[in-house]
């Protein structure tokens, strides 16, 4: 068996030097976007395919998180930090041949901030009041106050330029500035993209990427092991990755998201509108044995829905410290509840972690039901309808500890109080407020026990060893290619 | 008589796992449902007689409450088999050529035209995945079976002079079919019954390894062996064991059937002799 496997080895190896350089890639990705309009739907999944690939915003996220300029090669803020004015690049082009002008850029902002937008961060517009086409290369955005987070909030993939004469199109066929233009969706299966031979800015290595969906562990583990996929940037069967770094064929690269991973209760449903109900639940969560037995080691325990390598975080996971015994006494308090249904996604870390807090909640009184559902339904039935109990779910947004100030997003947390202090941090740029302001948000969630938050996501990703260029940490949702290509 | 090897082994094998299974109801080394992560993978030791899986569960303890569940579904499947296919074959065969016969007949034959597990997996999905829409699904599927095994023994009965005999006595079908036929057939039943059995427990092992069986923190065979996949390089124990453990049931019910079938159809005992 051993000698076969060399043998066969050599020979894709010898048919490899015959060939031409390889210029395409398949990635793997555990859950398949609803649609690809990343300004019309929440999913991460969005982002993971198009984000710097298909569409470009005026600014966009580097490896690193830093803010850089994308479309807008540059942009100046007036003296009262009030007007921003961004000056476009010349020569970009749609994917279908148009222009890319100050005209489009009106259109996306002004569709994203309407009433009736469907964005999913439409928080990311607020205090916008009025965006103008100064002339074909220059944008001005008028704001209510000085907010020195725009240049941020327009890099987001919710935020990305698109045209008014394809957006009709664009939850099947996006067309965007980027540098790889839509090819095909073969739904639930894979998507492909091509080079956008017409690109504006630096040509990618790449001639075409096809993202493929596995959202089953062993499937994926299979599939990496057979070189069917040549990387999976969230890799999940993170139980595997010794045996990958192992091998020499792949390489595993660790870094972080800004994915909290949280047990997400619905606030507004009992008894978990009780927050001695939710309280108990906190203090019955073990996160280093979650962290260990369903991520075996990868990942940062969290005490609130921020991410850990923000300059911001304020270590709070005392306050939800396991502690058995404190949420026996809280349930002791509270009496009798029936048993909570946990809906768990797809991804390993809520199947598993599922089954770890289902084990730990038990040991305190607690019964759950668990409910394994398809990401569709997940979608459908968790994030839109609010029918579940309890759930699973890693959040990647960037800085996203505003969803809590919204009381109709699925955990339904409404307190007057912290949606004042989000929207103080809205139009506040004065940089040592801000943190404090954060600061505060992340006192009051976790005081309140909104969720119980578990950890900071890893990216534990696996590649093909002679695939460089792939980003180490994720500071965004996105798996941008222009930068990867083939060793050899 | 001679000593029916495959009965014997068979029936020893069938034996230690009924018999895990039930002690299981009792007693297990471990605590099945407490996680021990701490203890992850754990090689086999004194304390932990097969080792321990990804959770720190105990892998024998786990296998024998798996037993348990795979013993319970395939059981009540066949259960349902036999309590509405037994009923219909012997229905059908008393009122030959009828249209009840024609209609219990081609019902029979549209169940078996769908791939059973196919039907099964339909099942699960709308209904939701639980370890009684698992038994359903299988058991549904044995009725077919049974009806067919039981009106074509039926049939070969009904065409003897002693049943001629009774119904010149003045008994109705149905008496005859209760007191001549059934008990006539009992043999067939019980063979085809370790078969249906032995069926059984691989279907739900099937539907477990696919996530529509027993759900957590039910242990079953099946998501043990899914749950081992991709470690089954770095802990080959944790996917061989139950892989083992649902090759034995089944081996043991098939041979346990053979022997059974060698012992009580007098036409294979008369061609032995």
Redesign the interface.
């Known amino acids: 068996m051993k000698h076969l496997t060399l043998a066969a080895a050599m020979l894709a190896l010898t048919a490899g030097m015959a060939q031409a350089q390889q210029d395409t890639i398949t990635l793997g990705m555990v859950l398949e976007p609803p649609n690809l309009d990343p300004t019309g739907g929440a999913a991460a999944a969005i982002d993971e395919v198009v984000y710097a690939n298909i569409f470009e915003g005026l600014t966009r996220f580097g490896p690193d998180g830093a803010v850089l300029p994308a479309l807008a090669e540059s942009w100046e803020v007036s003296e009262d930090g009030t007007v921003y004015t961004f000056h476009l690049h010349d020569g970009v082009k749609f994917h279908d041949g148009t222009d890319m002008t100050a005209e489009d850029v009106v259109f996306t902002l002004d569709r994203a901030r309407a009433e009736d937008s469907t964005n999913a961060q439409k928080a990311l517009f607020t205090g916008i009041t009025g965006v103008a086409a100064v002339d074909p290369l220059t944008v001005q955005i008028t704001l209510a106050e000085p907010n020195g987070n725009l240049p941020f909030n327009m890099a987001w993939g919710d935020a990305v330029i698109v045209a008014p004469e394809s957006i009709d199109t664009a939850a099947t066929a996006p067309v965007g500035t980027g540098p790889f233009t839509f090819t095909e969706w073969v739904q639930g299966d894979h998507v492909t993209i091509t080079r956008n031979d017409a690109y504006w800015g630096a040509a990618p290595a790449l001639a075409s990427a096809t993202f493929k969906f596995i959202s089953d562990p062993n499937a994926a583990f299979a599939a990496m092991m057979a070189g069917d996929v040549d990387a999976f940037p969230n890799f999940p069967a993170p139980e595997t990755l010794s045996q990958f770094e192992s091998d020499p064929r792949f390489k595993v690269i660790v870094g972080s998201t800004e994915g909290e991973t949280i047990l997400a209760m619905n606030n507004k449903l009992a008894p978990l509108d009780d927050i001695r109900v939710r309280e108990a639940i906190a203090h019955a969560i073990n996160r280093q044995d979650i962290v260990d037995g369903a991520m075996f080691g990868f990942g940062t325990p969290i005490g609130t829905h921020f991410a850990p390598h923000n300059p911001d975080y304020v270590d709070l996971t005392a306050l939800s410290a396991y502690d058995p015994e404190k949420s026996k006494a809280l349930m002791a308090e509270v009496g009798e509840i029936p048993a909570l249904r946990l809906m768990l996604p797809p991804p390993s870390y809520a199947r598993r972690g599922g089954e770890i807090i289902a084990a730990q909640l038990r040991e305190v009184g607690i019964e759950t039901e668990i409910t394994n559902l398809e990401w569709a339904q997940w979608l459908e039935q968790v994030f839109g309808g609010k029918d579940f109990d309890l759930t699973i779910i890693s959040h990647t947004e960037p800085a996203d500890i505003n969803i809590y100030a919204r009381p109709d997003y699925y955990f339904q947390y409404d307190n007057a109080e912290f949606q004042a202090l989000i929207a103080e941090l809205g139009v506040t740029s004065d940089p040592a407020r801000r943190s404090e302001l954060n600061k505060q948000a992340q006192e009051m969630i976790a005081q309140d026990y909104v969720n119980a938050y578990l950890f900071q996501l890893a990216k534990t990703g696996v590649a093909n060893a002679k695939i460089e260029g792939l980003w180490e940490n994720a500071p965004t949702q996105a798996n941008d290619l222009t930068g990867v290509r083939w060793t050899e | 008589m001679r000593l029916n090897a495959q009965l014997w082994i068979g029936a020893a094998l069938t034996a230690v796992f009924l018999a895990g299974a039930v002690l299981s109801f009792v007693w297990t080394p471990h605590d099945v449902?407490?996680?021990n992560?701490?203890d992850?993978l754990r090689p086999a030791s004194s304390t932990y007689l097969l080792g321990t899986d990804?959770?720190?569960r105990d892998l024998l303890s786990m296998l024998m409450v798996g037993a348990r569940t795979s013993i319970a579904v395939a059981l009540v499947a066949v259960g349902i088999g036999l309590g509405l296919g037994v009923p219909l074959g012997l229905l059908a065969a008393a009122t030959r050529g009828s249209l009840i016969d024609e209609v219990v007949m081609r019902g029979n034959d549209l169940i078996f035209a769908f791939p059973s597990l196919v039907i099964a997996i339909l099942i699960t999905a709308v209904f939701?995945?639980s370890a009684l829409n698992a038994i359903l699904a299988i058991g549904i599927f044995n009725i077919p079976v049974f009806a067919r095994v039981s009106r074509g023994g039926a049939l070969s009965l009904w065409t003897l002079d002693w049943i001629l005999a009774a119904r010149v006595a003045g008994k109705g079908r149905l008496r005859i079919s209760l007191e001549h036929i059934l008990p006539n057939i009992v043999n067939l039943l019980i063979v085809q019954g370790t078969i249906q059995f032995s069926l059984g427990i691989l279907a739900e092992a099937a539907l477990s390894y696919v996530?529509l069986g027993a759900?957590?923190?039910l242990p079953s065979w099946g998501r043990m062996l899914?749950e081992a996949?991709?470690?089954i390089?770095?802990n080959p124990a944790l996917a061989i064991l139950p892989g083992l453990a649902i090759v034995a049931m089944v081996l043991g019910l098939n041979l346990m059937g053979d022997g059974l079938r060698d012992l009580l159809d007098p036409r294979v005992r008369r061609a032995r002799a």
Do not use: R, S, V
């Open positions: 449902t407490a996680l992560i701490a992850k990804h959770f720190g939701g995945p996530g759900q957590p923190p899914a996949q991709t470690m390089y770095t």
